[in-house]
C-alpha cells in the first residue's frame, strides 16, 4: 500500500509527500503542494471567460477561479452565495457545505453527524451537535424563539433581540410585532410560504384548467384552515390532484370518477378536498357508494393474500364469480360477500400451507377447531367446493357430529386454562372468564358470548351473575391460582 491508499495521511495528490505544512493548491478534492502546484498547473487561457490563469494541464475543460466562484452551488443551485468548500463535482456554498463534511461522532453524546462545532461558552472544548450546541436555547416568551433567553425588568426571561429591542412593523401588514420575529409576522410570513410552494407545485400539472382549480382551491383552504395549516397540509393535498389529472379536462370530475380513481380510502386520506368539492362544487360521493367499494376493496386484498398463480387463487377467484351473479340477481349484498370469501379464503390457506390443492374434510377440521364462529359462513363455500370440484366434503355431517363439538369444547377449556397462572385483577380478565365459562358450562354460542359486557355481571359471595337475552346464568368464583379446571 502506497502512502497515497492511506486513508489517515493528508499528503499531497501529485507526489504523494506527506507531512506538509501548507499545502499551495486545493483543486477538485487534491491538494498539491508548491512544487507539484507550478509542475502541473500551467498558464494559459480560460475557456470560459478567455482570462489568464493558472489551469491544470490534464484538464482541458478546467476554468479559472473567478469563473468557479459565479458557478451555482451544486446543491441548492443558488449563485453570489460565498463559496464553502470546491468538490470535485463543483462549487458549494458556505451553507451547504456542511452537508459535504464527513459523518463524526459528538464528542457529547456520541450521535453522529456532520455538523460538529466548538460552542466557546460552554468551555468545555468539545465537538458537538447541533442538539448538544443548543441545550441552553429555551422558548422565547415574546417572539417564540429557540434562543438563549435573559430575563427583562420584569422578570421574564425573553431572548436578547426582545429585551433590547423596540417592537417593529410587519413589512407586509404594517402589524406591530416584537423585535425577535424576522421581517414578516405570522400570519405574512405563513401565507409566504404557502404561495411559494404554490409556485413551484403548480409546475406538476399539465392541464391550464385543473392548474386554475388548483389555485382555488387553496385560497379556499387558506381561508378555511389559516395560511400555517395550509402550507403544511399542501404537499400532502397537491398528490390529489396529480393522481387525478387525467380526470381535470375541461370540467369538473364527477364523484364516480373520483371514486374509481382513488376509491373510498383515497378519499378517505383528501378529506379537506371533498370538502372543498362539496361545498363549492356540490360534488360528493354517496355513502352507499364509498361502502360498496371499500367492500369491492377488501374483498380483493383478501384474495389477493393467495399465491398467484394457483390453484386457490383460481378456486376463490371462480366462487367470487358465482357470488358477483347472485348479487346482480339481487340475491345476495357486498357485504354478504366479503363475509363468505372471508373463511374461503382463510380455509385454501389452511390447504396451501398442508401441500394439498383442494380442501378436504380433514382440512376442515383444522380450520373450524381454530374458529369455530365461522362454521355457518363457510357453509357456502363447501357447497361450491362440492359442486364444482367434486370434493365430497360431508360438512352437515361433521358440523352435528359429536367429534366436532367435542373439539370445539376442548379448545374452550385450553383458553380457560391459559388463565390457570394469573388472577382476576382487572375487568378485561374478568370478561374473558365469564366468555368463556359460559360457552364451556351453559353451551352459550360463541356469537352470543361476545354480547357480555361488564355492567351485565353481578358479583355475588359464592360467585357471578350474569344477565344475558333476558336469561340468567350462574358462574363460580375461580381461584386461578390454587385450582384447575377439569372436564
Given at each position: 500500500?502506497?502512502?497515497?491508499?492511506?486513508?489517515?495521511?493528508?499528503?499531497?495528490?501529485?507526489?504523494?509527500?506527506?507531512?506538509?505544512?501548507?499545502?499551495?493548491?486545493?483543486?477538485?478534492?487534491?491538494?498539491?503542494?508548491?512544487?507539484?502546484?507550478?509542475?502541473?498547473?500551467?498558464?494559459?487561457?480560460?475557456?470560459?471567460?478567455?482570462?489568464?490563469?493558472?489551469?491544470?494541464?490534464?484538464?482541458?475543460?478546467?476554468?479559472?477561479?473567478?469563473?468557479?466562484?459565479?458557478?451555482?452551488?451544486?446543491?441548492?443551485?443558488?449563485?453570489?452565495?460565498?463559496?464553502?468548500?470546491?468538490?470535485?463535482?463543483?462549487?458549494?456554498?458556505?451553507?451547504?457545505?456542511?452537508?459535504?463534511?464527513?459523518?463524526?461522532?459528538?464528542?457529547?453524546?456520541?450521535?453522529?453527524?456532520?455538523?460538529?462545532?466548538?460552542?466557546?461558552?460552554?468551555?468545555?472544548?468539545?465537538?458537538?451537535?447541533?442538539?448538544?450546541?443548543?441545550?441552553?436555547?429555551?422558548?422565547?416568551?415574546?417572539?417564540?424563539?429557540?434562543?438563549?433567553?435573559?430575563?427583562?425588568?420584569?422578570?421574564?426571561?425573553?431572548?436578547?433581540?426582545?429585551?433590547?429591542?423596540?417592537?417593529?412593523?410587519?413589512?407586509?401588514?404594517?402589524?406591530?410585532?416584537?423585535?425577535?420575529?424576522?421581517?414578516?409576522?405570522?400570519?405574512?410570513?405563513?401565507?409566504?410560504?404557502?404561495?411559494?410552494?404554490?409556485?413551484?407545485?403548480?409546475?406538476?400539472?399539465?392541464?391550464?384548467?385543473?392548474?386554475?382549480?388548483?389555485?382555488?382551491?387553496?385560497?379556499?383552504?387558506?381561508?378555511?384552515?389559516?395560511?400555517?395549516?395550509?402550507?403544511?397540509?399542501?404537499?400532502?393535498?397537491?398528490?390529489?390532484?396529480?393522481?387525478?389529472?387525467?380526470?381535470?379536462?375541461?370540467?369538473?370530475?364527477?364523484?364516480?370518477?373520483?371514486?374509481?380513481?382513488?376509491?373510498?380510502?383515497?378519499?378517505?386520506?383528501?378529506?379537506?378536498?371533498?370538502?372543498?368539492?362539496?361545498?363549492?362544487?356540490?360534488?360528493?360521493?354517496?355513502?352507499?357508494?364509498?361502502?360498496?367499494?371499500?367492500?369491492?376493496?377488501?374483498?380483493?386484498?383478501?384474495?389477493?393474500?393467495?399465491?398467484?398463480?394457483?390453484?386457490?387463487?383460481?378456486?376463490?377467484?371462480?366462487?367470487?364469480?358465482?357470488?358477483?351473479?347472485?348479487?346482480?340477481?339481487?340475491?345476495?349484498?357486498?357485504?354478504?360477500?366479503?363475509?363468505?370469501?372471508?373463511?374461503?379464503?382463510?380455509?385454501?390457506?389452511?390447504?396451501?400451507?398442508?401441500?394439498?390443492?383442494?380442501?378436504?374434510?380433514?382440512?376442515?377440521?383444522?380450520?373450524?377447531?381454530?374458529?369455530?364462529?365461522?362454521?355457518?359462513?363457510?357453509?357456502?363455500?363447501?357447497?361450491?367446493?362440492?359442486?364444482?370440484?367434486?370434493?365430497?366434503?360431508?360438512?352437515?355431517?361433521?358440523?352435528?357430529?359429536?367429534?366436532?363439538?367435542?373439539?370445539?369444547?376442548?379448545?374452550?377449556?385450553?383458553?380457560?386454562?391459559?388463565?390457570?397462572?394469573?388472577?382476576?385483577?382487572?375487568?378485561?380478565?374478568?370478561?374473558?372468564?365469564?366468555?368463556?365459562?359460559?360457552?364451556?358450562?351453559?353451551?352459550?354460542?360463541?356469537?352470543?358470548?361476545?354480547?357480555?359486557?361488564?355492567?351485565?355481571?353481578?358479583?355475588?359471595?359464592?360467585?357471578?351473575?350474569?344477565?344475558?337475552?333476558?336469561?340468567?346464568?350462574?358462574?363460580?368464583?375461580?381461584?386461578?391460582?390454587?385450582r384447575i379446571l377439569t372436564n
Amino acid at each position: 500500500m502506497t502512502l497515497a491508499q492511506l486513508p489517515h495521511e493528508q499528503g499531497c495528490s501529485g507526489c504523494n509527500r506527506v507531512n506538509i505544512d501548507k499545502f499551495k493548491k486545493r483543486y477538485k478534492g487534491n491538494k498539491y503542494c508548491s512544487t507539484c502546484y507550478a509542475r502541473i498547473f500551467k498558464k494559459r487561457t480560460c475557456p470560459k471567460c478567455g482570462e489568464y490563469a493558472r489551469l491544470p494541464k490534464n484538464d482541458d475543460e478546467a476554468i479559472c477561479n473567478e469563473c468557479i466562484k459565479k458557478q451555482p452551488c451544486i446543491r441548492c443551485n443558488q449563485a453570489n452565495k460565498p463559496i464553502g468548500t470546491l468538490t470535485e463535482y463543483g462549487r458549494v456554498c458556505n451553507s451547504c457545505s456542511v452537508y459535504f463534511r464527513p459523518i463524526e461522532r459528538c464528542e457529547r453524546c456520541d450521535t453522529p453527524s456532520q455538523k460538529l462545532t466548538h460552542i466557546s461558552r460552554f468551555g468545555d472544548d468539545l465537538r458537538v451537535c447541533p442538539k448538544c450546541s443548543t441545550r441552553d436555547y429555551e422558548t422565547c416568551a415574546s417572539c417564540h424563539k429557540y434562543r438563549i433567553l435573559e430575563q427583562d425588568d420584569t422578570g421574564a426571561k425573553i431572548c436578547k433581540k426582545c429585551r433590547n429591542n423596540a417592537q417593529k412593523k410587519c413589512k407586509q401588514c404594517d402589524v406591530m410585532i416584537p423585535a425577535g420575529y424576522p421581517d414578516l409576522c405570522d400570519n405574512c410570513y405563513w401565507h409566504k410560504n404557502l404561495w411559494e410552494k404554490a409556485r413551484r407545485n403548480i409546475k406538476a400539472l399539465q392541464s391550464h384548467h385543473l392548474q386554475a382549480q388548483y389555485e382555488q382551491y387553496l385560497l379556499w383552504l387558506e381561508d378555511k384552515v389559516g395560511a400555517n395549516k395550509a402550507a403544511l397540509y399542501l404537499n400532502k393535498h397537491t398528490h390529489f390532484f396529480i393522481k387525478t389529472e387525467e380526470l381535470w379536462t375541461d370540467t369538473i370530475p364527477t364523484a364516480e370518477q373520483l371514486l374509481a380513481v382513488l376509491r373510498t380510502s383515497g378519499l378517505r386520506k383528501f378529506e379537506l378536498v371533498t370538502y372543498w368539492l362539496d361545498e363549492v362544487h356540490h360534488i360528493k360521493a354517496a355513502l352507499g357508494d364509498k361502502d360498496f367499494c371499500s367492500q369491492q376493496d377488501q374483498i380483493e386484498k383478501l384474495i389477493l393474500s393467495l399465491a398467484q398463480p394457483s390453484t386457490a387463487y383460481d378456486v376463490v377467484m371462480s366462487y367470487k364469480g358465482e357470488l358477483d351473479i347472485k348479487m346482480k340477481d339481487g340475491k345476495t349484498s357486498i357485504r354478504s360477500i366479503k363475509l363468505a370469501i372471508k373463511p374461503a379464503v382463510a380455509l385454501m390457506h389452511y390447504v396451501c400451507a398442508s401441500g394439498a390443492a383442494l380442501p378436504n374434510l380433514d382440512h376442515v377440521k383444522a380450520y373450524l377447531i381454530d374458529f369455530s364462529g365461522q362454521a355457518a359462513a363457510l357453509t357456502g363455500f363447501i357447497n361450491f367446493l362440492n359442486k364444482n370440484f367434486d370434493t365430497s366434503i360431508d360438512y352437515l355431517a361433521f358440523k352435528k357430529s359429536k367429534n366436532f363439538n367435542e373439539k370445539r369444547k376442548q379448545k374452550i377449556e385450553d383458553e380457560i386454562i391459559k388463565l390457570a397462572n394469573k388472577e382476576l385483577n382487572n375487568t378485561e380478565d374478568l370478561l374473558r372468564w365469564v366468555k368463556h365459562g359460559l360457552r364451556y358450562f351453559h353451551n352459550v354460542s360463541y356469537v352470543d358470548s361476545l354480547k357480555v359486557r361488564f355492567e351485565m355481571i353481578t358479583e355475588a359471595d359464592d360467585g357471578y351473575s350474569i344477565l344475558l337475552n333476558n336469561q340468567s346464568y350462574w358462574l363460580p368464583k375461580v381461584d386461578f391460582q390454587n385450582r384447575i379446571l377439569t372436564n
